[in-house]
């Protein structure tokens, strides 16, 4: 399985993606099409952490005061379910690997996967 959760919107997202072969993936946009709880579990299986996809950058996390909290896996579970904002895009699974957001490393990894 090749697919991407991405959010058409972002600027990031748009540069990661053209430098991307997309005809082998299954593009999903997560704010006009929101992950399930069954691909949020999927997703977890591969990274085996709710934070690991978790983005503390997300303006609401500073907006709803979550960095004054004690956040535990179940928390970030729900609040993943409950905002697209708050998963670390993109989110890139290739068969049995996952590659969560757009550090320069994670990118390498992906490429050197894809190759």
Same mark, same amino acid.
């Not at 993936?25 to 977890?44: A, R």
């Not at 591969?46 to 978790?54: D, G, I, R, V």
């Given at each position: 399985?090749?697919?991407?959760?991405?959010?058409?919107?972002?600027?990031?997202?748009?540069?990661?993606?053209?430098?991307?072969?997309?005809?082998?993936?299954?593009?999903?946009?997560?704010?006009?099409?929101?992950?399930?709880?069954?691909?949020?579990?999927?997703?977890?299986?591969?990274?085996?952490?709710? !934070?690991?996809? &978790?983005? =503390? +950058?997300?303006?609401?996390?500073?907006?709803?005061?979550?960095?004054?909290?004690?956040? %535990?896996?179940?928390?970030?579970?729900?609040?993943?379910?409950? !905002?697209?904002? &708050?998963? =670390? +895009?993109?989110?890139?699974?290739?068969?049995?690997?996952?590659?969560?957001?757009?550090? %320069?490393?994670?990118?390498?990894?992906?490429?050197?996967?894809?190759?």
């Amino acid at each position: 399985m090749k697919k991407i959760y991405y959010l058409r919107t972002c600027d990031t997202c748009k540069r990661i993606l053209s430098s991307l072969p997309l005809d082998e993936f299954e593009l999903q946009d997560i704010k006009s099409n929101p992950i399930t709880t069954n691909q949020l579990d999927e997703m977890v299986a591969l990274s085996k952490s709710y !934070e690991a996809l &978790f983005s =503390k +950058r997300a303006k609401k996390y500073t907006a709803m005061g979550l960095k004054h909290e004690q956040l %535990k896996e179940a928390d970030f579970r729900q609040l993943l379910l409950q !905002e697209y904002t &708050f998963l =670390k +895009r993109p989110v890139i699974i290739v068969d049995d690997d996952i590659f969560i957001g757009n550090s %320069k490393a994670t990118l390498k990894s992906l490429l050197e996967k894809l190759n």
